[in-house]
């Protein structure tokens, strides 16, 4: 059932745990400003809405106001130069990679972090090889929750909606593959928020060494469930 099947997945917080490197470079940014730090909570709560929208609730919860653009810019440029010092792939990610991509299915990632940022680390964790097309949340128009993200990459990718899956970790994943008409698994051990089956997803997982059952079973049009490994 994988074979022509687009498995597309979110990466912070699905894929990677880029957790400690997006605090490392949030903080070092704050901190040139004088602005005191944010705990990996913080950040991994918000990860998902991307570097700017970090920053704007870093300033908010400190109740002061910056320059956001130089934050900013400061942000991408520490981020970029240690884009994978801390960062790792979940456990079971990569031998769910190879699993998935030795079944035939092409496999994609929608991401709102910056196309050029999620090459790079990809590339840095030698994953890049695994995935026919990536799109940022400047790849296109528009971005996560629009579905035109989603459906957008899936084509850049060969594949057809109708065929694909999204493996996500957040409301904002859940709200576009749902907008798209496409599946969604969600994992329990990325950063959205608890509790995650309240959001009425296909299907959830605990590891990824459930993945591939997981998806071969939304592909023949299994009932919503929990996968555990």
């Known amino acids: 059932m994988m074979k022509d099947a687009t498995i597309v997945f979110d990466l912070d917080g699905t894929l990677v745990d880029t957790a400690p490197d997006l605090t490392n470079a949030l903080n070092h940014a704050l901190a040139r400003h004088g602005q005191a730090p944010v705990s990996a909570a913080t ?3 918000l990860v998902g809405l991307g570097a700017r929208v970090m920053i704007e609730e870093g ?3 400190a109740g002061v106001t910056g320059d956001l653009e130089a934050m900013l810019g400061e942000f ?3 981020y970029e130069a240690n884009i994978a010092k801390e960062s790792r792939p979940f456990p079971g990610a990569v031998a ?3 699993r998935l991509a ?4 092409r496999l994609a990632v929608c991401t709102n972090k910056r196309e050029y940022l999620s090459r790079r680390l990809l590339q840095e964790l030698e994953l890049k090889d ?3 097309a990536v799109a940022g949340r400047d790849t296109f128009a528009v971005s996560k929750p629009d579905p035109g993200h989603l459906t957008g990459v899936i084509a850049l990718a060969g594949g057809k909606t109708s065929r694909a899956v999204m493996i996500g970790d957040s409301e904002v994943d859940l709200r576009t593959a749902k907008a798209a008409g496409v599946p969604i698994v969600l994992v329990s051990f990325g950063y959205g928020a608890a509790p995650l089956d309240s959001l009425e997803p296909e299907a959830m997982i605990d590891h990824f060494d ?5 998806a071969t ?6 009932a919503a469930r929990r996968f555990r490994s």
């Open 76 to 78: 991408l440029v520490h």
């Open 96 to 98: 769910a990679l190879e």
């Open 43 to 45: 950040v991994r709560s």
């Open 210 to 214: 459930a993945l591939q059952g997981c």
């Open 217 to 222: 079973s939304l592909l023949i049009g299994g």
């Open 130 to 132: 695994y995935f026919g």
């Open 102 to 105: 030795s079944s035939g299915a």
């Open 59 to 61: 300033l908010r919860r």
